[in-house]
Structures are given as structure tokens and as C-alpha cells.
């Protein structure tokens, strides 16, 4: 069986390890994957301000070149035991469309691959990371009124992320896209939103774009399941959707979590 990791973070993350890409590259050898890509968090759009404490959910510009020239030479290093792909998680941001687009065109021909995602969701100009802590998101749910309109909210987002025009370099892959359950344990929502992941999953459908199967929910202590679970894969093959196992590693252990959990 040909084993990919199509989403792993890097020593180049501000809020990951110290580990070196040598340690993910060489656990994923040991675990017997073909391929891995390397999917730091891009800066932040010019302009938008992060509202985590530290500021550090997207890699500090001044480094990006350092990064891509960094894998190069990895995909040399390592080029007869194992598939090094370039890559970037980006954040749709909702509003920063062209400053987004501006930083593909930029830096979209040195990616081999590459996540869209979603991690900020705005209300009515204030920004949070909703999956940033669990009191982050009790403190949404004030303004927002219920969990349920919080989840109503990132499935909108996630769909305007799908039919976004960033330009020709745009992700091929989406994101995690049930990354909102993170915290489902503690806060449950009151319907399963199937109309919502329904729609989601056939506007990917008809652009072409592929699925992270995203291993990392089933070690959060308060999710306890796949982003997207099982059932919603089942829904994206039927429609004939790609799907990448992604690890979503921000250490060389984390390579293959979930892996064994997932149908």
C-alpha cells in the first residue's frame, strides 16, 4: 500500500517543535510512507491582524524563502528513499481575498501541493481563531449566541473559501473541514449540519479539489474523532473526491496519528 502524509508542519512553525525536518522525514521512513508534504502555516495576509496571544499562527515572512530553499534541499537529500513535496497550509481569511491571491502568485510556483483552510472566523469585525483554545470558543459563543451558529458560521466560511478566486496557484486541497468539533465534547452542537458538509463537499466536487482526511482530532482530548469523521469521507468518495490522509504532525511523533483509527 502506497502511505502519504499530505499534511505536516515543520521546525519553521511558531507555535510547533523544536524538531528537525530530518526527524519527520526520517519517522515517516520508518513508518514506510512514499511521500510526505511539508504544509507550514503561511503568513498571515498583509493586514490582518492575529488575535492568538503570541501572534504566531502563520510563519514570519522574512523566513518564507529560507523555508522553500530549505526543502530543496531535503527533496535532494533524501530523493532516493522517500517523495519530499513542498507545500503551505494558507488561511482564508475571509476578506483578504486579494492580498491572499497577491502571495500565491508570489510564491505558488516553488508549492508541490499545497491546504486551504480555515481558522478565523469573523463576527461583525472581530476576528477569532475558533480553534485556538476551548475558552476561546466558550467566549464565541456570547456573541455569536449558541454553538450552533458558531458551526453555521465556519461551514459558510469554508464554503466561500471553496469558491474563492485566489488565482491560479490556489489550494487544490481543503482543509479539515470539520476542524469546528474540535471542542465538541465540551460544547456540543444540536444538529449534525449534513445539509451544510452536503453542500461543502459537492461544490469541491465540481472544482476538482481534494479532501484532507485529517488524523489530528482523534488525539484532541475534547474531539475524539477524524476531521472530517468517517461517514463524511464515505459522502466525498461517492461523489469521487480525492482524499489525502494528513497527519496534521506539529512534531516527528505526531507523523501517523490516527492513521490506524480511520475507515
Known amino acids: 500500500m502506497i502511505k502519504v502524509d499530505g499534511h505536516v508542519h515543520t521546525p519553521f512553525c511558531p507555535h510547533g517543535s523544536g524538531d528537525s525536518f530530518e526527524m519527520y522525514v526520517e519517522r515517516a521512513i520508518s513508518l514506510n510512507y512514499s511521500a510526505i508534504t511539508f504544509t507550514e502555516h503561511a503568513p498571515l495576509p498583509v493586514g490582518f491582524r492575529d488575535t492568538t496571544p503570541d501572534q504566531d499562527s502563520g510563519m ?55 491546504i486551504l483552510s480555515v481558522h478565523f472566523l469573523q463576527h461583525r469585525g472581530k476576528w477569532d481563531c475558533l480553534d485556538f483554545s476551548p475558552d476561546v470558543f466558550e467566549s464565541m459563543m456570547s456573541y455569536y449566541g449558541s454553538v450552533d451558529e458558531i458551526y453555521k458560521w465556519y461551514y459558510k466560511t469554508v464554503l466561500q473559501s471553496i469558491r474563492a478566486d485566489l488565482g491560479s496557484h490556489k489550494p487544490k486541497r481543503i482543509g479539515h473541514i470539520t476542524l469546528v468539533k474540535k471542542f465538541q465534547q465540551l460544547f456540543p452542537a444540536s444538529q449534525s449540519f449534513s445539509d451544510d458538509l452536503s453542500l461543502i463537499l459537492q461544490e469541491m466536487a465540481a472544482r476538482d479539489l481534494e479532501l484532507d482526511y485529517n488524523g489530528a482530532g482523534f488525539v484532541k482530548p475534547y474531539c475524539g474523532e477524524s476531521y472530517p469523521p468517517p461517514y463524511i469521507i464515505k459522502q466525498a468518495r461517492a461523489l469521487g473526491i480525492k482524499i489525502v490522509y494528513g497527519s496534521d504532525a506539529h512534531t516527528a511523533d505526531g507523523l501517523d496519528q490516527g492513521r490506524a483509527l480511520m475507515k
Open 60 to 114: 514570519d515572512p522574512s523566513r518564507i524563502k529560507d523555508y522553500f530553499d530549505t526543502l530543496d534541499s531535503l527533496k535532494e537529500k533524501y530523493k532516493d528513499k522517500i517523495t519530499i513535496r513542498s507545500g503551505l497550509e494558507v488561511d482564508y481569511i475571509e476578506g483578504f481575498e486579494k492580498e491572499t491571491e497577491d502571495f500565491l502568485s508570489t510564491y505558488g510556483p516553488r508549492m508541490d501541493d499545497s
